[in-house]
């Protein structure tokens, strides 16, 4: 009996182990997303001016 409640123990400790493990990948996967996102978000800004030419042109 008491071999069949520390197998328990342990299982159910497993399963929880793994569960955590399991939250915290999809954490750091939904972070890493995040940050892409706000970096592309980012870089696809090229000026705030609406497209119009910096620097008159040459004559």
Do not use: P, W
Request: no cysteine; hydrophobic share 40%.
């Amino acid at each position: 009996m008491y071999a069949l409640e520390l197998h328990k123990i342990v299982q159910a400790d497993l399963i929880r182990r793994a569960d955590n493990e399991r939250l915290l990948r999809e954490a750091r996967r939904a972070r890493r997303a995040a940050r892409g996102t706000a970096r592309e978000d980012r870089e696809r800004k090229v000026s705030a001016d609406g497209g119009r030419e910096r620097f008159a042109h040459a004559a």
